[in-house]
């Protein structure tokens, strides 16, 4: 059996050099999808059709395999992260002090679900099941900045910091 040799690279983009050093790391076996799958989501934002399928190349599994585990696992994104974040912890602590309330808010403001990410591409609004900071519930993220004790208050006037940056 001849040796396997992977696809090219599919840009001179040098975030793909990393992707390629995970899967070199695993001898480009079909174990490391998930890891790998990571790592392209890590260096690009997000999972586009061109990078799933280089990777289901490179780790000789089929595309259909590679588009079922992006979409099982809620961790991995189809689409492009808006510029700023806000992520509403929704977990059990958070949901009793009031989270979904701050959530509803957040997307009559927004005019977004969750999940989603603003017309203009600047805010994407996330849910986390947990964030462990129930003690500071509820609690947001913006941006990786973790808040605690989040009011309705908060949340409208971290929107509106972002929106006249």
Excluded at 3 to 24: C, E, H, Q, Y
Excluded at 80 to 95: D, F, V, W
Excluded at 126 to 133: I, K, S
Aim: charged share 20%; net charge positive; aromatic share 8%.
């Amino acid at each position: 059996m001849p040796a396997f040799t992977p696809p090219p690279l599919p840009s001179d983009d040098k975030r793909w050099k990393i992707v390629n050093g995970t899967m070199r790391k695993n001898g480009f076996a079909r174990h490391a999808l998930i890891e790998t799958l990571h790592t392209v989501q890590s260096a690009f934002g997000y999972l586009d059709d061109d990078a799933i399928r280089f990777v289901a190349k490179s780790l000789r599994v089929p595309l259909s395999q590679a588009y079922g585990v992006v979409t099982f696992y809620h961790y991995f994104s189809l689409k492009p992260p808006g510029k700023h974040t806000m992520t509403l912890c929704a977990g059990t602590a958070c949901y009793i002090k009031g989270t979904d309330k701050l959530i509803a808010s957040a997307e009559k403001r927004l005019g977004i679900k969750t999940g989603q990410t603003s017309k203009d591409g600047e805010i994407s609004l996330m849910t986390a099941r947990c964030v462990g900071a129930c003690s500071r519930a509820p609690v947001m993220i913006c941006d990786g900045q973790v808040a605690g004790e989040v009011t309705d208050d908060q949340v409208f006037a971290q929107l509106e910091r972002w929106a006249v940056e």
